[in-house]
Structures are given as C-alpha cells and as structure tokens.
C-alpha cells in the first residue's frame, strides 16, 4: 500500500514538472532573446511628391515606427529570432491613389559593431485622402549562429525605416527646431 502512495506521488510530481515549467531551451532562448533598438535618425519619415516643393502641401505620407519587439526560439546552433515592427502611416495632401510603400530595414550587428544580417524590406499600405491612416505589423525572421550560448549575448538588433538622404536630413532639421 505504501508503495503505491509513494509511486502515485511520483506520478503527480513528474506531470506537474512537465506542466509547469520551460524547457531548458525556452529559457535560454528567452534570456538571449535580443530586444530590437531603434535608430533613432530613422523612426520616421516624410515622403514629399516628385518636384522641388516642400511645404505641408507637398505630402505624400509620413510614416513613424510605433515600436518593436522580437520573438525567439532556440535550435542547434542558432537562435531563431522574429523581429516585429508596428509601423503607422498617414497619407498627406499629395497622397496618390493605388499602393503607398515604407522602406524599412532590421540589422543585426555583432559584438564589434559589424553588420552580418541587413535586411530591406517594403510595407505596402492603401491610403488615400478618403482612407488616410494605415498600421501594420511586419515580421522580419533572422537566424543568430553561435558555437557557445552565451555568445548570443553580443548580438544586437538595429530597425527602423529606410528615408532617402533628403529624408533624412529633412528628420534632421526637423529634431533641431
């Protein structure tokens, strides 16, 4: 009789083991799991129409990253990681109608600075003067190799959207007023 409580015992405390807790792998990948930055010359953009004007008038859209985050799983030799990036775009005087694309971008960098994984990538919106607002969430998946765990912890995320250099110097005059 006692046997058995004591092996019943044991039943309950492996299910309850198995129910409760991460695996190994889950805990790992979720301490390593690295948290996109934002750069900051690119959380925005306003897009002007074809010509030399520039006044508010002159809009096509403005675009802004809301915020992002990351996702991880951990696999042999490699951290599988989902970037997600809300972006929010609004359509300005000169918004034409059809398909409106944001640039955006995801980096990841290694310990010394060095870009080894860039992606490009578009969000397509449909705006227009009677729908102006769009927002979206874009998933971008990048894999980390690593021979040790904790060589994870020196990889980091760069994202945020692609402005052409008059873009970006636009965002730039802009932050100085």
Known sequence: ?????????????????????????????AAYCPQPLTVQDASRITRFKEGAGRDPRDVVFEASMLGA???CSMGRNKLEVEVVMRIAVNAGPSVAGGVTRVPFFVRVLDGGGSVIVGKDELA?????????RGV???????????????????YRIAVGLKPTPEELQYNRRAEAR
Do not use: H, N, W
């Open 69 to 71: 985050g990351t996702t």
């Open 1 to 29: 009789m006692r046997l058995r409580t004591v092996a019943g015992l044991a039943v309950v405390a492996l299910v309850l083991t198995a129910c409760g807790g991460r695996s190994t792998k889950e805990q790992a990948a």
């Open 124 to 132: 397509d919106y449909k705006i227009s003067t009677t729908s102006p």
């Open 136 to 154: 979206s969430d874009e998933t971008v998946a990048v894999t980390l190799p690593f021979s040790e765990v904790r060589d994870l912890g020196a």
